[in-house]
């Protein structure tokens, strides 16, 4: 019996990104590749974007970066879950850069970068409206001027929240937000959209725009057409196709009823392949 096969289409993921290129021509185009690259393989996937001209990526953990690293030596490379004091050594040993999210954040990599006897790099995250991750107002009041010194911010940025609803007002006011709380900042690099955001417009792009999903064939712009080329085909057997005597109810819970002389293909793939009941 032939088994179920997920294709993964890498040049698409390539194709994908020099959509995104073409559509915020003025801003770097990074890779967001947490979660194993949104379950497709990361050390498959993050070569492949290099080559299309990628330099820098976004995951998740630490752990997910330094596997990233391995792979991809000269990346710039940014952990968005933030920074704890047990993983700071290896941070630094591995040249990578917490996205720090809160102000203790901020004080761990200022003393780390003391010690080392150097400034080092980061991004900062400002909350804007989506009320999760990131440096409130409050936050920015409280920082230290000295800690703020002590690093090197490479990069200030937000998640926009409702972004694949155009006509939602949350967008414009968080963008307008998001620049009110950066410009209370040392002058860095901005960074807002998100897949969706990406097609929002270029006031959105500012200077580096940030896919995930959008890379891997799931549309950004829902209700569209999706500009995006589709990344993952699955192929699965036919182990059954039956022909009803008369009208029955089809699978668990009875919520289909087929009608006489429908025919039902059972096919070869199920929770344990990840469809969902």
Not at 126 to 140: A, P
Not at 160 to 165: V, Y
Not at 223 to 246: C, H, T
């Amino acid at each position: 019996m032939p088994e179920t096969v997920l294709h993964i289409d890498l040049g698409a993921i390539a194709l994908n990104y020099a959509t995104l290129q073409a559509t915020a021509p003025g801003s770097e185009v990074a890779g967001v590749v947490k979660a194993d690259a949104y379950g497709l393989g990361a050390k498959a996937v993050a070569p492949v974007l290099w080559q299309a001209g990628c330099r820098t990526f976004f995951t998740a953990k630490l752990d997910e970066a330094t596997t990233l690293r391995a792979v991809l030596p000269e990346a710039v490379i940014y952990v968005l879950e933030g920074l704890a004091d047990d993983e700071i050594a290896t941070f630094v040993e591995a040249g990578l850069r917490p996205v720090l999210n809160q102000p203790v954040e901020l004080e761990l990599w200022a003393g780390a970068g003391r010690r080392a006897g150097r400034r080092l790099e980061a991004a900062l995250q400002l909350e804007t409206g989506m009320c999760r991750m990131g440096m409130t107002e409050t936050d920015l009041a409280d920082l230290s001027s000295a800690a703020l010194a002590a690093i090197d911010p490479t990069l200030v940025l937000s998640h926009l929240g409702s972004a694949d609803d155009p006509a939602s007002p949350r967008n414009a006011a968080q963008l307008a937000r998001f620049h009110a709380l950066a410009a209370r900042l040392p002058a860095a690099r901005l960074s807002l959209a998100n897949s969706p955001g990406c097609f929002l417009g270029p006031a959105y792009h500012l200077d580096l725009i940030r896919p995930g999903a959008a890379l891997y064939g799931i549309n950004p712009t829902p209700g569209r057409p999706n500009p995006m080329r589709p990344v993952v085909r699955i192929d699965a057997p036919v182990l059954r196709v039956l022909q009803l005597d008369a009208p029955c109810a089809v699978g668990y819970g009875a919520t289909h009823t087929a009608d006489h002389g429908a025919r039902i293909a059972t096919i070869g793939v199920g929770y344990a392949d990840g469809l969902p009941r």
